[in-house]
Structures are given as C-alpha cells and as structure tokens.
T-cell receptor, first 109, second 113 residues
C-alpha cells in the first residue's frame, strides 16, 4: 500500500465548475498536510496547508481534512483553464514529507 | 528575493562521471531538502538537513551524498552517475521542520547517458 495515494487522473472539468481532488494517507500519526500545484516543466508551488480537522478556505481553494478517515481533499471553485496542472498531495509522516504521485487536472473552456 | 536557487538548470553526464548540484536559499530557513521526481513516481526525498550541521537520509539515498555547507547552501553530489539517476532534482527549504510548508527551487534536469 502506497503511503500517500491520489488518483492520477486526468480529471477533466468544464470552466466554472468545482474540481475535487482527493488524497488518502496511511500514517494515522500524520499532523500536517499540503497541496502543491505543478505546471508542466515547472517546480511545485504551495497552494494550501492544513493541520486541523475540518475545512480551510483561501480564495477559490478549500482544503478539507478528516483524520479519522485519513483523507484530505482540495476543492477548486469556479475552475479556470489556468488551473490546469498536476496537483500534489503531501503528508508529513515520520518527520518527512511524503508526496502522492499527483492528479492531473484539465479545465476545459 | 530569489527564494531557492538551483544550479545548473540542465546537465548531461556520461555514466561514471561525477557532479554536484548546488542549492542556495535566501529565506533564512533552517531546513533544506533534496528530492527527485520521475514520471509516475511523484517526488521522493533523497536527503534532508533539519538544521545547519545535520543531514539525514530520505527514501532514496543510495548513490548520493550531501553537504550542508552553511545555513544557506545544501549541495547534492553524484559520485559515479548511473542512467537510473536520470531525473529532475528539486531542492526545497522550510523554516524549521517538515510540519511547515516547503518552498521549491526551479529544478535541475539531469540526463545520464
């Protein structure tokens, strides 16, 4: 079982829709969770981080954490073509940041 | 403010050659990291340095060495390059522990023939 799992996609949504990206993790002791966006050929860019159960909102982005279910998600409201990228979930496990393989998002005009 | 700077951006090596990838950050961060990214594999931690003077192995340390030269600089060395080390290498830094967000450099694209 992979430590941090994401659907690789591609996930395709129409412009203006809500994109929902999901991530599960194996270590119940994990305490910090991150979402990065990576455009093709570029470096990962931090979008959100969340430490507590519940929702955290920042503009069009909402991170949701459910530690009991070992599940973290990222919602992107009013999706734009410029949101098309790979989204990486990262979880702190054992003092190290473990990344999922990423979900490719395509927003169609 | 440059953030995290990596050099070189591209490099082609022959099998058996050695080279050092350089990383410097200007954010006064204590912790620094080296990752490699391969298609379908996500980012994998090679080595990290929680603070100046300390280094620790990550998931995939074999074939690599690191040096935390000072608080700003963290280098990654390939002593005898192998084709399996063809990858994109990213350096990152964070204020302290991995509980805090990491900021990435632009990456080094390394090909080993």
């Amino acid at each position: 079982q992979k430590e941090v799992e994401q659907n690789s996609g591609p996930l395709s949504v129409p412009e203006g829709a809500i994109a929902s990206l999901n991530c599960t993790y194996s270590d119940r002791g994990s305490q910090s969770f991150f979402w990065y966006r990576q455009y093709s050929g570029k470096s990962p860019e931090l979008i959100m981080f969340i430490y507590s159960n519940g929702d955290k909102e920042d503009g069009r982005f909402t991170a949701q954490l459910n530690k009991a279910s070992q599940y973290v998600s990222l919602l992107i409201r009013d999706s734009q073509p410029s949101d098309s990228a790979t989204y990486l979930c990262a979880v702190n496990q054992g003092g190290k940041l473990i990344f999922g393989q990423g979900t490719e998002l395509s927003v169609k005009p | 403010n440059a953030g995290v700077t990596q050099t070189p951006k591209f490099q082609v090596l022959k099998t058996g050659q050695s080279m050092t990838l350089q990383c410097a950050q200007d954010m006064n961060h204590n912790s620094m990291y080296w990752y490699r990214q391969d298609p379908g594999m996500g980012l994998r931690l090679i080595y990290y340095s929680a603070s100046e003077g300390t280094t620790d192995k990550g998931e995939v340390p074999n074939g690599y060495n690191v040096s935390r030269l000072n608080k700003r600089e963290f280098s990654l060395r390939l002593e005898s390059a192998a084709p399996s080390q063809t990858s994109v290498y990213f350096c990152a830094s964070s204020e302290n522990s991995p509980h805090q967000p990491q900021h990435f450099g632009d990456g080094t694209r390394l090909s080993i023939l």
